[in-house]
């Protein structure tokens, strides 16, 4: 039977269709490994910048010198540190290249190279330096004259309260008011044994819902009644005291 031109010309299109998708599934797998290895590399960089920053701190606040094996340590803790490293754990060089300029300065640096998910990739053979610097402890304790003076402590007050806060979300300051039914405010009382009055500001009815904390005296309409917003205001402990504050009872 002959074949129509038509039905050729269909035969050829289906054909480069099929090759076209047998092409597609590698490249995609090639685009994806590709990805996966940037964010690996980059995970590892940051991996190894925190060991060298390990290290050169652990050398500081045990006055110390400094020692890549510190460092080491610390990456060998974290989960597959190396696996995009060519030659693994032994392909990362970690060493102390001594104080760069003047006194009082310690550094680490790191070399390695980046090894492909496969020899496929064209990746090439790069090669990554890392280096982190940081002062040295220079002996300086503090016990003379000239020391500078501890930093003050802050704390924080209200305008129409008597205590003074060491967290600034202390419940003390960030009043929650609660719904009640007004019909229980009769025998209501706050956590001092004070009874509630109706607020000044809002004039709630009484009767329906109305809001209360249980260190205030007054009953309100709203939740957002301006009277249940307190300013509050940071200044120092040692001001706090002159003024006559005092502790709080929970957070000071």
Same mark, same amino acid.
Request: hydrophobic letters at 35%; proline letters at 5%; one cysteine or more.
């Given at each position: 039977?002959?074949?129509?031109?038509?039905?050729?010309?269909?035969?050829?299109?289906?054909?480069?269709?099929?090759?076209?998708?047998?092409?597609?599934?590698?490249?995609?797998?090639?685009f994806i490994m590709t990805l996966l290895m940037g964010i690996e590399t980059v995970r590892l960089q940051t991996n190894v910048l925190e060991a060298l920053n390990e290290g050169v701190g652990k050398a500081y606040s045990q006055r110390t010198e400094v020692n890549g094996n510190d460092a080491s340590?610390?990456?060998?803790?974290?989960?597959?540190?190396?696996?995009?490293?060519?030659?693994?754990?032994?392909?990362?060089?970690?060493?102390?290249?001594?104080?760069?300029? /003047?006194?009082?300065?310690?550094?680490?640096?790191?070399?390695? /190279?980046?090894?492909?998910?496969?020899?496929?990739?064209?990746?090439?053979?790069?090669?990554?330096?890392?280096?982190?610097?940081?002062?040295?402890?220079?002996?300086?304790?503090?016990?003379?004259?000239?020391?500078?003076?501890?930093?003050?402590?802050? !704390?924080?007050?209200?305008?129409?309260?008597?205590?003074?806060?060491?967290?600034? !979300?202390?419940?003390?300051?960030?009043?929650?008011?609660?719904? !009640?039914?007004?019909?229980?405010?009769?025998?209501?009382?706050?956590?001092?044994?004070?009874?509630?009055?109706?607020?000044?500001?809002?004039?709630?009815?009484?009767?329906?819902?109305?809001?209360?904390?249980?260190?205030?005296?007054?009953?309100?309409?709203?939740?957002?009644?301006?009277?249940?917003?307190?300013?509050?205001?940071?200044?120092?402990?040692?001001?706090?005291?002159?003024? /006559?504050?005092?502790?709080?009872?929970?957070?000071?």
């Amino acid at each position: 039977m002959a074949i129509t031109e038509t039905e050729k010309n269909r035969r050829e299109y289906r054909g480069s269709i099929a090759l076209e998708a047998a092409m597609a599934v590698p490249i995609f797998l090639f685009f994806i490994m590709t990805l996966l290895m940037g964010i690996e590399t980059v995970r590892l960089q940051t991996n190894v910048l925190e060991a060298l920053n390990e290290g050169v701190g652990k050398a500081y606040s045990q006055r110390t010198e400094v020692n890549g094996n510190d460092a080491s340590e610390y990456l060998r803790e974290l989960e597959n540190p190396f696996l995009c490293v060519a030659g693994g754990e032994g392909g990362i060089r970690i060493t102390d290249e001594g104080p760069v300029s /003047g006194e009082g300065i310690i550094s680490l640096s790191a070399s390695y /190279g980046i090894r492909p998910f496969t020899e496929l990739m064209p990746v090439g053979n790069i090669r990554i330096r890392d280096r982190v610097f940081a002062h040295a402890f220079t002996g300086y304790t503090g016990g003379g004259s000239g020391d500078i003076p501890p930093p003050e402590e802050y !704390v924080y007050i209200t305008e129409t309260g008597t205590k003074y806060h060491r967290s600034a !979300v202390c419940t003390h300051i960030r009043v929650t008011p609660r719904a !009640v039914d007004a019909s229980m405010l009769e025998t209501m009382r706050n956590r001092y044994g004070a009874r509630y009055y109706p607020c000044e500001r809002c004039r709630p009815a009484a009767t329906g819902i109305v809001f209360l904390t249980g260190e205030g005296t007054r009953y309100h309409s709203q939740s957002d009644c301006p009277s249940l917003s307190r300013r509050v205001s940071v200044i120092t402990l040692r001001e706090a005291i002159g003024l /006559g504050y005092t502790a709080c009872s929970k957070c000071g």
